[in-house]
């Protein structure tokens, strides 16, 4: 039940935007994504409760496509602090329990 | 940050050893879980906790036990440590359930020789 993130890695230069992605095989009724920088805990980002919801803060932002059983991280003009591993986390629709992905790693390079 | 303080940090311990981390937390939230991290996998569910004394199985918790008989802590205990369970260990908490912001402790890494 794990959910499947795509990529598993990915290299930016500062400015450019990157799209992590977030599958289920099951349908879903929250996706919450979380960043990891290296050596430290997760830190929350944001949750989508309702299909088609769309949320963001900063230059991140994330979708919900409830038919797709999918969720996608919207990174734009990425910065070098954007660097860390990104987790989404799923509850599905019959099941109380939480599962992560196993994370992508975003780099930013100068 | 979330009052949240995972002891120790680092432990390494022989094979069938038995072993406790402990998590304790300031900001009274009712529910708290313990997730390991290793490579390939991400973080996944070891148990959880809804209560002082409710707490449930996460999706790899064989091996493994928990105690929760105050609300700020929430123990995790290996009864017979492997190589296998060489991770790292973090501690969770949520004020209202799995469906809500979750805080995490630093963790702890905990090698099994």
């Known amino acids: 039940q794990q959910p499947v993130q795509s990529p598993q890695a990915v290299i930016l230069r500062e400015g450019e935007d990157a799209v992590i992605n977030c599958s289920s095989s099951k349908a879903l009724y929250s996706v919450h994504w979380y960043r990891q920088k290296h050596g430290e805990a997760p830190v929350f980002l944001m949750i989508?409760?309702?299909?088609?919801e769309q949320k963001g803060h900063d230059k991140i932002s994330a979708s919900f496509n409830e038919k797709k059983q999918q969720s996608s991280l919207y990174l734009t003009a990425s910065q070098l602090s954007y660097s860390g591993t990104y987790f989404c986390g799923t509850i599905a629709n019959t099941g109380n329990q939480f599962y992560f992905g196993t994370g992508t790693s975003l780099t930013v390079i100068p | 940050d979330a009052g949240i303080t995972q002891s120790p940090r680092h432990k390494v311990t022989e094979t069938g050893t038995p072993v406790t981390l402990r998590c304790h937390q300031t900001e009274n939230h009712r529910y708290m879980y313990w997730y390991r991290q290793d490579p390939g996998h991400g973080l996944r569910l070891i148990h959880y906790?809804?209560?002082?004394?409710?707490?449930d199985k996460g999706e790899v918790s064989d091996g493994y036990s928990v105690s929760r008989s105050k609300t700020e802590d929430f123990l995790l205990t290996l009864e017979s440590a492997t190589s296998s369970q060489t991770s790292v260990y973090f501690c969770?908490?949520?004020?209202?359930?799995?469906?809500?912001?979750?805080?995490f402790g630093q963790g702890t890494r905990l090698t099994v020789v």
């Open positions: 989508l409760l309702k299909g088609g």
């Open positions: 969770a908490i949520s004020l209202q359930g799995p469906n809500t912001e979750a805080f």
């Open positions: 906790s809804y209560g002082v004394k409710d707490t």
